[in-house]
């Protein structure tokens, strides 16, 4: 990682920002999780207890937290600029060093801001924060087939459809395909002129 990567955790778009979220952030990120559970239940990994509490939530954020000192992913809340609201969760997981330089690309956005396009936003940032600052080669994403709006998201973002890992997520008992998405540094470049 590249000097002042600390300083720039905070990444600004035109609607959105992205940033590292801790234990003040439980309350807020709970209630994100609760309206929305079944909503991502449909396309999340299953998981033995689905039930959530604060204590559960702030484990998760000191988690990320640790994992991000490692270097091992990048986990962001998505907010909007004018109002400050939690609309979305985005991270860069992951992330492998030596010949790979590479990482996994995986987000939710609050069912309620679908379609308005802070997915897409949110996507743009993290992968430009992977590439310019993370110095990055590979950003995927596993995307399953029925998942319409996340398959949008990594398009509009420059990623190239790879293929399909056959019956590779299990979600809500039963195994499903995923596609397998990339993006590579040098097509960034190409799109951004970097």
């Not at 990120?29 to 509490?53: G, I, W």
Request: proline letters at 3%; aromatic letters at 10%.
């Amino acid at each position: 990682m590249r000097e002042g990567v600390a300083a720039e955790m905070k990444l600004v778009g035109e609607r959105i920002y992205l940033r590292p979220m801790d234990a003040g952030d439980a309350r807020v990120v709970l209630a994100y999780q609760e309206r929305n559970q079944a909503f991502f239940a449909q396309f999340e990994p299953t998981m033995p207890d689905r039930s959530l509490n604060i204590a559960q939530i702030m484990a998760q954020l000191e988690r990320g937290r640790h994992a991000q000192e490692r270097g091992e992913a990048y986990p962001f809340g998505v907010f909007l600029l004018e109002t400050d609201e939690l609309v979305g969760r985005i991270a860069l997981n992951f992330v492998t060093r030596g010949p790979r330089q590479s990482a996994m690309i995986g987000y939710t956005l609050d069912q309620a801001h679908n379609g308005q396009g802070y997915g897409s936003e949110a996507a743009r940032l993290c992968v430009k924060f992977g590439f310019e600052h993370l110095d990055l080669h590979r950003i995927e994403a596993g995307i399953m087939p029925i998942n319409i709006g996340s398959k949008r998201v990594v398009e509009k973002c420059g990623f190239t459809f790879e293929g399909i890992m056959r019956k590779s997520l299990l979600v809500e008992g039963r195994w499903e395909d995923l596609e397998s998405w990339a993006i590579l540094d040098e097509d960034w470049a190409a799109r951004t002129g970097r």
